[in-house]
């Protein structure tokens, strides 16, 4: 059974950083493409960032430039380091991963942006 579970959240001020982890259990990490979403408070549920087994990476259009997901697989942990962090950022950030085409998702983490 896949597990992932979230830390790193916290109250931050506009434009400061936080780094997100993701451990992950269960099955042979480095075999997965990983991911982080997150729900602001209203809205639906959005991708931020995903990273491959080959460390090919993508994001969204509003954190590129800001945010970098990265992974180590001797840790099976994957990381979203935020930067130039915006009110806009607050959200609950999940860490997902698809396995024999099951989603997987942590409990969230919470990331406030606020002065």
């Known amino acids: 059974q896949v597990q992932l579970v979230e830390s790193g959240g916290g109250l931050v001020q506009p434009g400061g950083s936080l780094r997100l982890s993701c451990a992950f259990s269960g099955t042979i990490f480095s075999f997965y493409t990983m991911a982080w979403y997150r729900q602001a408070p209203g809205k639906q549920r959005e991708l931020v960032a995903r990273?491959?087994?080959?460390?090919?990476?993508n994001y969204a259009d509003s954190v590129k430039g800001r945010f970098t997901i990265s992974r180590d697989n001797a840790k099976n942990t994957v990381y979203l380091q935020m930067n130039s962090l915006k009110p806009e950022d607050t959200a609950l950030y999940y860490c997902?991963?698809?396995?024999?085409?099951?989603?997987?998702w942590g409990q969230g983490t919470q990331v406030t942006v606020s002065s």
């Open positions: 990273i491959t087994s080959s460390s090919t990476t």
């Open positions: 997902n991963t698809v396995v024999a085409t099951r989603n997987y």
